[in-house]
């Protein structure tokens, strides 16, 4: 199966939406993706499987440039559990190491979204804090973090077996150097 990582554009907003809307529904809606675009337009990717969008991704990074955030991400539920979650993840940090004052790189994640923090971990993220009731009482955040000088090397997940879905190319983003 060959699933296709590559940045998102405006076209992509009613399946990106309809997608989000069945897994995170109160995270996210079209001003904000609107908002993301005007503002991160090259940090915005999705997935696509014969053409269909399957997920999708974003990031962002602050106004110094130096610290680069992970801010969503959502795989379709039969694509789930293939590697896409961890391709996404590989994506935004790739994307992100081509700031070159990038100093690190963090992700808001709910305490119980193991598989999210299952994926971050794999790629050295570690936690910084936890932000009680963030997301409502009882509801908690957590916050992780990577160092810059602990970023990927491209196409690093080739090597991992679960995650080279079909063995063939592992990115084919249209952005610099990538
Ligand atoms: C989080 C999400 C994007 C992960 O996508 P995915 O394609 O399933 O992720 P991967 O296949 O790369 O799996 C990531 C890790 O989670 C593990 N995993 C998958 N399903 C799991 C589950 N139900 N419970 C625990 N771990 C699980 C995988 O084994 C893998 O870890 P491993 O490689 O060390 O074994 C996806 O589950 C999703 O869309 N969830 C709903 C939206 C969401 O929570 N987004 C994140 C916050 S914005």
Redesign the pocket.
């Known amino acids: 199966m060959e699933v296709v990582i590559s940045q998102a554009s405006r076209e992509d907003f009613p399946a990106m939406i309809q997608l989000a809307d069945l897994?995170?529904p109160d995270?996210m809606n079209v001003h904000e993706l609107k908002k993301y675009f005007e503002l991160f337009p090259e940090l915005i990717f999705k997935g696509t499987h014969n053409g269909e969008l399957i997920?999708f991704c974003c990031a962002g990074i602050n106004m110094y440039q130096t610290t680069g955030w992970l801010m969503?991400?959502?795989?379709a539920e039969g694509?789930?559990?293939?590697?896409?979650?961890?391709?996404?993840i590989e994506t935004r940090l790739l994307a992100l190491k081509q700031f070159p004052h990038l100093r690190e790189v963090l992700v808001t994640?709910?305490e119980t979204?193991?598989?999210?923090i299952?994926?971050l971990e794999?790629f050295g993220f570690r936690l910084r804090y936890i932000d009680k009731d963030y997301y409502g009482p009882g509801k908690s955040r957590k916050i992780l973090e990577l160092p810059a000088s602990s970023l990927p090397l491209p196409n690093a997940l080739l090597s991992k077996s679960?995650?080279a879905i079909d063995g063939s190319d592992f990115h084919k983003i249209p952005v610099h150097n990538l």
């Not at 969503?72 to 795989?75: Q, R």
């Open positions: 897994t995170l995270r997920g969503f991400s959502s795989v694509f789930r559990g293939r590697g896409i979650g961890k391709r996404f994640v709910g979204n193991f598989s999210s299952r994926a794999s679960n995650t």
